[in-house]
């Protein structure tokens, strides 16, 4: 019996070797089974027989016999790729049939794998822009609405973070590694743009609203602000808070902070584009005209965390956002008003949803905030300049989703933190920040010390000329 | 060009030529040889063992000859080439170790 399954072993390796030596590696067996007894013999001279056959028959493989090698060599034309020869006779028809029963058979069973592996057709490679664990997806590119326009070039992303396409099919719903075959977005710039120091005297002004909120107002693609710090370029380009933009001048130079004002006017011809392109197109301008090199770090400092004043309760002016209520981002500035309109829905929320704004106060004394359809920490972001806090406002209340909410106080300006139990006592004329969130919010501001993420400028110089 | 099977010589057919050097041998006499002169650290296997042999061959460091005892069995002679390539390594094996000893990296009286 051993005898015939190292027969069948020695099947395995090379037709040269079993010719040459086949009958005496069988001998040399059958003389250590015939001198080797006993239980433990038998079971050593099979581990060596099976080691044996591990690392020679694949070894053996890459062995041409000289025989052979001197027949290829003839065959060889100087500095021309050619096989060499390992076997010196054609295969028998047997043999043939096997192999193309065998290799028929591997390739129904990896089709049949992959058109059924977590229910996803082959189909979804061609095209059908579907995203399935361990697919391979192509993503046409096309030239319709949303996608990118320009060259064809494609590009091979690796598995790991998803890269979506706009316009492209969406590839949620899919798990694991993926490769996906996208269409290269060309990078997001303006296609003119001017910057120079403002030497006008007018106030600032921009056409589009320059804070970290989505309130947007569509202008073809044209980008026009006058006046401005450098400082406000950065904050509108990062999406900063006022108090990432405050955290940031206290480490740039004074001229970026405040000391000079620019005017920037730059186009793109991508029409409707959009409040976040363009703060990309704004970084890449910066980054050309003032070589403008900034990073982002975390950084144990004192804090404010936004809390709810009793557990599970929100303010009367504090509401969840209803999903169902129309919410248009868009301001519609009035060109002679130059200024957000302040139309309000029920409740006193403004109608306007993505960002924080001002709504006409009760009296001159107060200051009116409002905000449709924002999560809580982009109140948390405000807070710090209504109450002149000196530190940022980390959003700690635990809510998900988006909310609205009025909030009208008397903006005090506080000199230290044990101000905040003083606000109701000071102000006579209505509440300070801590009682009015308390009181409209049914949120409370709590001390304490936490790691903060805020932007660092690592390099800037004055701009380069057009 | 196919690689070289015995540049540098591997252990195995080092192993095969001292088996040869004292008297003629066939394939499992070589097997019980190498078993013996290594304290049966090495057990050749027979792909290993032909495998080295027909190498051996094709360099001809050993040689085959008639058989006296079985005819069945191919027996094989160490070549005067054979002698020489086995007489070089065992002197490059010892400066190998006269170095380790040197270096306290080998202990004992091994050389």
Redesign the interface.
Known sequence: MSEKIYALMLRL?PTH?RR??GE??????R??MRDERGLWAKARLWW??L???A???P??Y?????RL?GVAAGRRMGGVPSF?ILEDEPMRVGTWVWASVLSLMLVGTSAVLMDHAGGHPLGSFAGAGRNAAGQVQWVPKESGAGMPQGDSDVELVGSGPRTHTPGAPSSTGSTGNSIQVVAAEPKLEFDVASVKQSKSGDGPNANIPLGPGDMYVPTGGNFVAKNLSLSVYIMFAYKMSPGEAAAMDEEVPGWVATGEKYDITAKTDKHDVTKDEMRTMMQALLAERFKLVMHRETRQMPVYGLVLAKAGILGPKLVAHLASEPCDTALQLAEEQKAPPTDTVAGGFPKVCGGVMGLPESTPEMTKLGARNIHIGQLAQVLPGLGNLGRPVQDQTGLTGTYDFVLELVPVPRLAPTDAANDSATNTVGPGLEQALRQQLGLKLESKKSGVEVWVVDHVERPTQN | M??R?LDPLPSAAFQILLALVEEDQH??GI?RQVKEQTGGSM?????????S???LL?EGLIAEVEAKEDA???TYRLTRAGHKLACAEAERLAGVLRVARARRVLRGDYV
Request: aromatic share 14%; glycine share 8%.
């Open positions: 390796y070797f040459m030596y005496e590696a069988l001998q040399l067996v003389d250590r060596d027989l080691a044996d056959f690392t020679s028959a070894r053996e890459g062995n041409v016999p000289v090698a060499w | 196919p690689k099977r394939g499992y097997m057990r050749l296997g027979p792909g290993t063992l032909y495998s042999i027909q190498a094709e069945r069995r191919r």
